[in-house]
C-alpha cells in the first residue's frame, strides 16, 4: 500500500508530492493530461518552432517562494531569466510607469509627488521580505508567525481596499500601475485586503524581479517531477480519476484539483457548494516576426507589461466583468514577452507574446478584436506583425484544466472573504470531510499564483495525519 496518492501534477500537487516524498513517504502522482504542468505549461500552439505558456508564464511568486526556494530545482533544469525590467505599464502618450528591480527606479517613474510615498509603503517591508512572505503564506495553522509585528503591519496597510492605499499617491501613473497590480487577481479594485495583493506583487519584484523559466513554464513543473522521482515517487499521466475507486489503496489522498471535482469524486455531495468561482479570462497566444511595437521604450524591455490607460479604466474593466456581467469594451490586459529575454522561445528574429483580459465567468464570446484594438493603442502597428494567434476563452481554458471552473484561473474568486479564506472558512482549509482524504489547490491558502504553497502547506496536514495512524 502507498502512503500517499496525489491526484492532479499542477505545480501544487507536485511540491505536496516532493514534500511527502522528502520526508520518507511512498508517493504517487496521478495525472488526467498527457504531461504534467497544470497551470505551468509549454507547447506549440501557434506555429512549429513557436513555445508559448498556455497559463501562467511570468513567475514573481514562484522565484520567491519559500516552497521552491527550499528545493533543488535548478538542478533539475529550472533557470530564471530576468528582462531589463521585470514590469512596465505603458499610457497613450509614449510615456510609462515601471516595476524596477529598485525601488528608487520605480519611485522615479511615478513623478516627484508619488516617489516618497512610494518609498515610505514599500521600504519598511522589503528588508524583512523573506520572513513576511513565509509568514503570510504559510498560514493558517501551518507555522507561527515568525515576525508578528512585521505581519501585523502588513495587514494594517494591505487588509484595506486597495482604493483606500491609493490615496497615498497624487498623480495617475501610480495609481494605474497599483491598479494594474491589484487586477492580477481579477478582484474589484474596492475589494477587501486587495491592498495586500499590490503590495505582494510589488515587493516580490524588488526581491527577487518577476522572470521567466529558460524554454518555458514547463521546465519548472518537468523540474519538480524530476525532483520526485530521483526520492522514489511516481507520475503516471493519462490517467483520468473519476472516483476514489480509481485509484490505488494508500493511507492519504491528496487532491490538487477544484472543490467541486473533489467533492464529485470523493461523494462530498454539497460540502462545497458554498465556494464561489470568479470571473474568467480571454486570452490570445501570438506568433510575431517581431517585437512588440510599444510606443513607450520601457515597455520594450520590460517581461510582463500591464495595458490599462488609468486607474479608472481598469476599474471600469473589473466592474464590467465582476458587476454587470458584460466583456469591457477597454480591457485590462496582462501581457507578456518571454522571448524579449529568451531566444530559445522562437525562431530568429521572431517572438512569442501573450495577452489576456478579463470576461464573465463562463463567458462564450470572442475577445480577439477587444484585445487587439486596445494593444493597438500602446504598440501601433501591433497587428502587422502577427504570425499567426491562439485564442482561448474561458470555454477552452476550462477544458485544457479541469481547475479553471468557467474560465476561472484562479481556481475560485479571490474577492471577499473568500481571497484568505477557502475553500471553506476553517481553521483547517487542506483537511475534507474524509480523514485520509486532502485538497491542495490554488483553492486553498494562500491562493493563486505558481508558487507551491498550497501543496506545501497541505503536505503539513498530511504528514501530521500519517504520524497520527
Known sequence: MLDVV???AGPNGLTAAVELARRGFS???FEARSTVGGGARTEELTLPGFRHDPCSAAHPLAINSPAFRALPLERYGLEWLHAELPMAH???DGTAAVLARTVGETAASFGPRDAGAYRRLIEPFLPKWDTLVRDFMSLPMTALPRDPVTLARFGLAGLPPSTLLMRRFRDAPAKALFSGLVAHVMAPLGGFATGAIGLVFALAAHARGWPVARGGSQALSDALAGYLRDL??????DYEVKRLDDLPPARAYV????????ARIAGFGNHYDGYRYGPGVFKVDYALDGPVP???KEARAAGTVQVGASSAEIGAA?????REGRAPDKPFLITVQPSVVDPTRAPAGKHVFWAYGHVPHGWTGDLTD???RQLERFAPGFRDRVLARATAGPPELAARNANYVGGDIASGAASGLQLLLRPRATLFPYNTPHPAVFICSSATPPGPGVHGMPGHNAAKAVWKRLRQT
Open 294 to 296: 510599444w510606443t513607450a
Open 6 to 8: 496525489v491526484v492532479g
Open 255 to 262: 487532491f490538487d484539483t477544484s472543490p467541486t471535482a473533489l
Open 232 to 237: 522514489g515517487g511516481s507520475v503516471h499521466t
Open 370 to 372: 477587444t484585445i487587439e
Open 90 to 92: 505603458p499610457f497613450p
Open 318 to 322: 473589473l466592474r464590467a466583468v465582476s
Open 27 to 29: 508517493v504517487a502522482v
